[in-house]
T-cell receptor
């Protein structure tokens, strides 16, 4: 089925550990995004990639890095996880002015 | 500063009891306003995009409307399966597709 696939779905990390969240879309979309969702805060943009080969910071980029590996894949890396990064992470893509298609999310707990 | 405010935070309805959700926005040039539905443990699902004041869109029991300062999501004769969190987001002119989300309205429809 066409859509956005995120892996893993759940992850528990210890403070200071690193990990990479993977995202892939098979809709040939140009733009991809990483958001985090916290209770009472709504969805906040971490990083985005308007097109293959470009990445830019969003509202809350500190502590994260991204890689647009190719047109399909956009990964999010936590180099040294902190409890404040406990959240649900969503990847999304869009061809342009149409609404985003979201993945099902990665639920990350940092202890 | 661009921002989106949704009200109420939570809404409890009886099956068949029609109501409306509000999304007020402040943005430096509106490119589009988006409505999403989010079920627990899942990613947001795209519902509507509205581009200009006066525009309306409908889907089953849902109708979205747009003015220069706010949008309404009208729910007619809701059913229990309409229970979800409804998210509103805006895209500003020149934003490279980034969306600014409200915190959502959690709708519960009781049989």
């Amino acid at each position: 089925n066409a859509g956005v696939t995120q892996t893993p779905k759940f992850q528990v990390l210890k403070t200071g550990q690193s990990m990479t969240l993977q995202c892939a879309q098979d809709m040939n979309h140009n733009s991809m995004y990483w958001y985090r969702q916290d209770p009472g805060m709504g969805l906040r943009l971490i990083y985005y990639s308007a097109s293959e080969g470009t990445t830019d910071k969003g509202e809350v980029p500190n502590g994260y890095n991204v890689s647009r590996l190719n047109k399909r894949e956009f990964s999010l890396r936590l180099e040294s996880a902190a409890p404040s990064q406990t959240s649900v992470y969503f990847c999304a893509s869009t061809p342009g002015q149409l609404g985003y298609t979201f993945g099902s999310g990665t639920r990350l707990t940092v202890v | 500063e661009d921002q989106v405010t949704q009200s109420p935070e939570a809404l409890r309805l009886q099956e068949g009891e029609s109501s409306s959700l509000n999304c007020s926005y402040t943005v430096s040039g509106l490119r589009g306003l988006f409505w999403y539905r989010q079920d627990p443990g899942k990613g947001p699902e795209f519902l509507f995009t509205l581009y200009s004041a006066g525009e309306e869109k409908e889907k089953e029991r849902l109708k979205a409307t747009l003015t220069k300062k706010e949008s309404f999501l009208h729910i007619t004769a809701p059913k229990p399966e309409d229970s979800a969190t409804y998210l509103c987001a805006v895209q500003a002119q020149g934003s490279q597709g980034n969306l600014i989300f409200g915190k959502g309205t959690k709708l519960s429809v009781k049989p």
